[in-house]
């Protein structure tokens, strides 16, 4: 059942009406209730006066600016109020326009014009009361927690303003950095996909490039070896194609029940894998040593690890020229050292890679990890990752 109030069309619209207009409709709504003690008089009462009727037309007047110049208006009300009570007879019953300006300066006006008009009406309207023959006390209380009641509306209505402009501002702030997550948590999966693409595929093709340029060197002389070679480019086209497929299908908006079910992502137990894989397909004598007690790590360290190695194990095959590697993983504390070392002669490019080495320090940073590469002194080339361990990572990221 919808409890939405009835007045709620009419507030809506009065909220989009143009200010002058609404105030001019208030304007004439007070003149009118000034108006009525004319019309009608009460019997035995004396009647209005037109001195009195324009003084108290004075009361509604400029109310059409309260909005426009709320202090100036108070002030013009101010004064007609009271010659209105005193001067013409009979004063008014109520102050329909000092009401409205009571409310209307408690809703917008500064603090000390809101304190000072509110203890002049006070003031005022207890003077005017007592210079009036036979006054009851029930008067005076009834006008002034009018005044007070009028004044109090007004404050509770600058209140709301005030709360409801806080909640609209903190939902557009809210909106905003909801926007800049998405738009970083974008950019920072399409900066990953495209650095697992350049890894698979420059890993791929680096190995193909090899063996294809080997097979028809012995085809002829070692036909065995030449099969092995074309089997090997086959394997790491395959390989290639289903890390792809893999990756580009998180690109799809597809419904869950229509995904088929892909492998995991590869991670440290698949370098043993790794390692094998480049130094029968390149030549390379490759050898992994392992040292430390293996720590829990997160899923996409593991993926960062191994993609780091691989991308290492790229730049030797096409780069260095080298006879050997040797992949390295020390395990310590709070973090796994990864390092990947061979003898050839490293990146020409100066403190060069290109994307590889870029690509390599991105995916360090991003695990909360750091990553050096450059010359060793002996000869060769060195890549050094450190990554944190499940429990130090948090720290790490800072």
């Given at each position: ?6 007045l709620?069309?009419v ?12 105030d001019?409709?208030v ?30 037309a ?7 600016w ?10 013009a ?5 009271p010659?209105?009570a005193?001067?013409?007879a009979?004063?008014p ?5 000092g ?5 209307t ?12 008009m ?11 009361i ?11 209380a ?9 004044y ?11 709360y ?35 890894d698979?595929l420059?890993h791929?093709v ?27 480019i086959?394997?790491?086209?395959r ?11 998180v690109l ?16 440290l137990a ?21 040292t ?10 593991e993926v960062?690890a ?15 020229y080298?006879?050997?590697?040797a992949?390295g993983?020390?395990?310590a ?17 100066p ?29 060769g ?10 429990a ?6 800072g």
């Amino acid at each position: 059942m919808s409890t939405r109030s009835p007045l709620a069309p009419v507030l809506a619209r009065l909220r989009t009406t143009h200010p002058y207009a609404v105030d001019a409709a208030v304007a004439a709504l007070v003149l009118f209730a000034v108006s009525l003690q004319w019309l009608f008089p009460d019997e035995g009462d004396d009647p209005l006066t037109w001195r009195g009727w324009l003084l108290g037309a004075a009361t509604a007047l400029p109310l059409v600016w309260r909005r426009a110049a709320p202090f100036a208006t108070a002030c013009a009300v101010s004064v007609a109020t009271p010659a209105q009570a005193v001067y013409h007879a009979p004063p008014p019953d109520l102050m329909y326009g000092g009401f409205v300006v009571l409310y209307t300066l408690a809703a917008l006006a500064r603090p000390w014009q809101r304190r000072v008009m509110l203890a002049g009406w006070l003031i005022g309207v207890a003077a005017t009361i007592s210079h009036k023959e036979d006054a009851e006390p029930f008067e005076y209380a009834f006008q002034l927690l009018s005044i007070v009641c009028a004044y109090a509306l007004g404050s509770l209505t600058r209140t709301q303003r005030a709360y409801t402009a806080e909640l609209e501002d903190r939902a557009r702030r809210l909106e905003r950095e909801r926007a800049a997550d998405t738009a970083r948590a974008t950019a920072q999966e399409r900066a990953r996909i495209a650095r697992d693409m350049h890894d698979i595929l420059a890993h791929a093709v680096s190995l193909m490039v090899v063996q294809a340029e080997a097979g028809p060197v012995v085809v002829r002389s070692d036909p065995a070896r030449a099969e092995a070679a074309f089997d090997a480019i086959a394997t790491a086209g395959r390989d290639a194609m289903a890390q792809l497929r893999r990756i580009l299908g998180v690109l799809k908006q597809e419904r869950l029940d229509l995904v088929p079910q892909r492998l995991p992502q590869p991670g440290l137990a698949a370098l043993p894998g790794l390692v094998r894989q480049v130094g029968e397909s390149a030549g390379l004598r490759v050898e992994l040593r392992v040292t430390g007690e293996p720590r829990p790590l997160p899923s996409d360290t593991e993926v960062a690890a191994y993609r780091i190695a691989q991308e290492a194990l790229t730049n030797t095959v096409k780069h260095a020229y080298a006879s050997s590697a040797a992949v390295g993983l020390d395990w310590a504390e709070d973090a796994v050292t990864l390092t990947v070392t061979d003898d050839g002669r490293g990146p020409s490019a100066p403190g060069g890679g290109g994307h590889g080495l870029i690509g390599i320090r991105e995916r360090a940073a991003a695990c909360g990890g750091e990553a050096t590469a450059g010359g060793r002194p002996d000869g060769g080339f060195r890549v050094v990752v450190r990554l944190p361990v499940a429990a130090g990572r948090r720290a790490a990221l800072g």
